[in-house]
């Protein structure tokens, strides 16, 4: 039989990151490539202690159906601490908890974005939210991102140019592939933009508790006066992505059309996850958690920034980074990179190429993205003196 | 802010069953609506005993990213199990492993449907897979369900006034809502039906274990020769719904699809839960489990059933069942069927009305759903008892 796909899913393709962990999963090469957490990230012996006692304690509620809108108390408790710690939400908001932030990318389109509509996207930008973009048939367009976050003067004109906009997605924290962090000027800019142009924002902060360096800056969400930012948290980076549990807080409309988007899909999000999520948020000191996984994350980014220093300077630059997974890397002019990152698979150290994270992947791109929570010390040393040998040969 | 949402999700509502619900939260209000596995048919201890050992043994695994696809021992366990027991799936089949069931409607529905491509249903069907299929702009057509399945002539009307047809969405094993089991013939047929015009299966089979007397029937997809039948299977009502495991086992292009899909969505199933399915599948003894469920279930079925002859005939008629966890009750002519729910939520016993599960819900029905899965047996007799008063004072 002749298979004949939806309009919106014809041209998708897996993600180029997932054809590039077919090579990661060689033992002999070094994945650069990847954005898992540390294994010494997860507090493995809280979580242990609350799941028996979960399975002690309320064995049916963890089995049985929950609601779609999620565990009421984790729902409460998130809203309150996000209010008190961040200000972020108000009274016209709600919040839903979510699969994973990823569902929040595709249950936003979903409610929101017709085919064909347009959703401006930092270039580059985080590969998974491209594609739930493009699984609706969405129109990316990308605004360059630079060293204090997004080109608020080309996002002007690209909001002029698409006067069928929903909303500028843009990751202002640590920005995955980026590492930049968006200026507070250019956060009230962007929202200020928003406004003027009535489109909504999605602001996706999976890292945000996650600076190393650098002074806290605001949510964008925090300038939300008129209810037109949808903000996306997650649990993913900060207790674990196995267990796939997130947030959306947004106006209470957008929450109930979302809503009704995951009753259809994946009716709630699974009820042991939640219930850990609570447990652990409230009767663990999850601040103390926090700053643990900063001081294994600085250690590890001042490292590998160290080592591409040492090994790979001054041909390759990158920019230094106050926070998040991941370091962009820059190769000199005329070096080609989607050559320089195939040679490196053969030097047995596997990065991402940067057109990987544009609108349009057959763009050209003279970066590539690496990762270093994943990585032991040695493989992140070993991986990025390779990165360096091979660019010396040029 | 006004919000302008999708034309897809623009006309989306909560489901009616949920709105119930809100009535059915009242404590004093017996609950007949859900659709809830016993709480005493979940296997606790064994998956208690289960979690304890994956965080003793492999607690990275249990918190760490996962892959798209599934688990591989889970997914190689399905496939061999499934093959070897009902003999389902091929060489040229692939399975993938969602968060439920429902997701398995949302995916097939947004890797291979247009908005305004027509979905043939059961009339009545199942109310959430209805909900997928209209947040894509689906246009659903019924096809009414008699004591042997659906109506066949009428099936092939419908696939000849709708040449924009992409799939026949069939639940054959104990239908929800109606209960009903399509014969052998019927099978038969509609495979035919669907190869003479062209079009897929979507075959939804969560009850398939769940058989309390009568034989066997063997799935559509046995049939499947030329690759044209989605099969969708299940955990949440033999193992636990609470933990969102189910698969789909589908012709290797449309499994690729859905898994791009999924990779835009949640981007891979709770790990934790998946681990737990594949230890108590492989290491307990998941056929006396089965068994043990079909002897709570059969108990549970025929108690509903004769208190429905006690309290009830001969106003209401019911279906007789061979399995599932819903009865469909019939209103005798002249009687106005929505006034009659909303007189039985006066009289503390709480059903879903017959529209609710229409391809279009403004459509008159003279049918309700009960289900005897969730309640306790005092309120079955109580709920049962109350729907008989109710009718005989008509």
Known sequence: MEYKFSDRTNNLKPSAIREIFKYAADPTVVSLSAGNPSPDAFPIKELEEISARLFKE?????????VTEGYAPLRAHIKEYMKSKYDIGSDSDDILITTGAQQIMDFATKSLVNEGEVIITEAPSFIGSLNSFRAYNAKLVGVPV??????????????KENPNTKFIYTIPNFQNPSGVT???EKRKKVYELAKKYDVLILEDNPYGDLRYSGEFLPAIKTLDTDGRVIYAGSFSKVISPGIRVAYVIAPAPIIQKMTVCKQGSDVHTNIWSQMLCYEYLTKYDFEAHLERLRTIYRKKAQFAMDLLDKYCAPEI????IDGGLFIWCTLPEGVDMPEFVRKAIDNKVCVVPGNAFLTDENESSDGFRINFSTPTDEQLEKGIKALGDLIKSY
């Open 146 to 159: 630079e060293s204090d976050g997004m080109n608020t003067e080309l996002l002007e004109k690209a909001l």
């Open 317 to 320: 630059t990158y920019n230094k």
């Open 58 to 66: 309320n064995p049916i509620a963890l089995l049985q159906y929950s």
């Open 182 to 184: 968006m200026s507070l």
